[in-house]
């Protein structure tokens, strides 16, 4: 079964081609047939000529970065983009939410639509749909979730994700807050799961476990990238009997999203290093788990200066909010591991019921994927993909930014004049605050 990815503005677009980079090189690597065949019927359709092409549609309101991502593909021989799969036009969405959801995207409605038509019908089964976007300009917020409800409008029996990138807390947007809040919002009635990377967790990972001293958006692109492939890259399944897994979408949907009140999912992944360190580095199952454990427990966000004291509370103390508030309560979790002596690997650890929600059994919120194939040069690596507490913090903070904003009726003018009313506004704040109270409550 295939995955359709549309790739949306700026962010989007830069995403989603280091993404099928890291697929493409991680599929033709080694003697590995099951596995590059199953990954390629997934990500790519094959030319007459034996040519890899990504099942993508390419959507920005600026050719600058498509026109990039295209070349860069073609340059590397080993992948392409379609000649046809991509929409851009001059006048960009001048970082306004409203411009791209209610100008830009119904005018060019047809044209994406046709696009996704086209690669959608390509493929012998459609598993699902990603849209990779940003949340904080104009295209990626504003056009990438007026794509998001075409698509759902389109395929209403389709799973669809969003790959949303969270901006910098410090701000690379004045009204990022505004944009963020619209999308989110909106996103919650249309996605059937939001998976999140926030830059600023991302950069951190470059400066204190890559070492990268002058990071680039390239290089945090890079890092998104490869989180997302070690999630979407085949697996073998409790129930797939010795074959990979066909729907990588639909059951990352069923295993973490159980109820639709809460659909945001955060990844960890384990380890990550200087590509140079990787040969002289050596790693047993026991450590990464014990540590990736405890990431989860403390939501830290890498195994750069994990909270070793913040522990599980016992079962009397189920009011955790309370007693525990540094404690990271999941819904559900999903662990991948992949690479040599993987089904050795002890993952009992993940399935203690004080780590999960009181009204959902360790046996329902707990699932595991295994590959034996390694994935992007680690011998042995680990991702978890958690619907968690873990983004409550940024969320609220986000949140609150905005309203702040909103109270003083700062930059209100530039979205009412594209079509968006200050009561679009309030709906947004009120759905967003009952995503917080649901998942501060959680225990």
Known sequence: MSVVTVQLGQCGNQVGHELFDIICSDAQDGQRRLYSTA?????????????????????DMEPKVINQSIGRAAKSGRWRYGDTSYFSQKQGSGNNWANGFCVLGPRHRDEVEELVRREVERCDRLAGLMAIMSVAGGTGSGVGTYVTRCLRDIFPKSFILNHLTWPYGTGEVIVQNYNSVLTLAHLYQLSDAILVHENDTVHRICS????????????????????????????????????????????????????????????????????????????????????????LISNS???????????????????????????????????ILRGKDVFSAETGGFEDPALYTSWLSSEEAFNIWKSPVPFNKYEKSATLVSNSQALLRPLDYMVGKAWNMFASRAYIHQYIKFGISEEDFLDSFTSLEQVISSYSQLC
């Open 301 to 335: 966000k890498m195994e750069e200066g994990i909270d070793w004291q913040v522990q599980l509370p016992g079962a009397s103390e189920r009011t955790r909010s309370l007693i525990a508030p540094s404690f990271n309560t999941s819904l559900a979790n999903l662990l």
């Open 39 to 59: 990954s390629c019927e997934r990500f790519f359709h094959h030319t007459t000529h034996g040519e890899l092409v990504a099942r993508a549609v390419l959507v």
């Open 208 to 295: 204190q476990l890559l070492n990268i001293k002058h990071i680039s958006f390239g290089d945090v692109n890079r890092v998104i990238a490869h989180q997302l492939g070690s999630v979407l890259q085949p697996t073998l399944t409790a129930d797939s009997n010795g074959v990979y897994s066909r729907n990588p979408i639909g059951e990352l949907v069923s295993a973490l999203t159980c109820h639709p009140e809460y659909k945001l999912l955060s990844v960890s992944t384990i380890p990550q290093m200087p590509s140079s360190s990787i040969a002289y580095s050596t790693f047993s199952w026991p450590g990464l788990l014990k540590h990736l454990r405890q990431m």
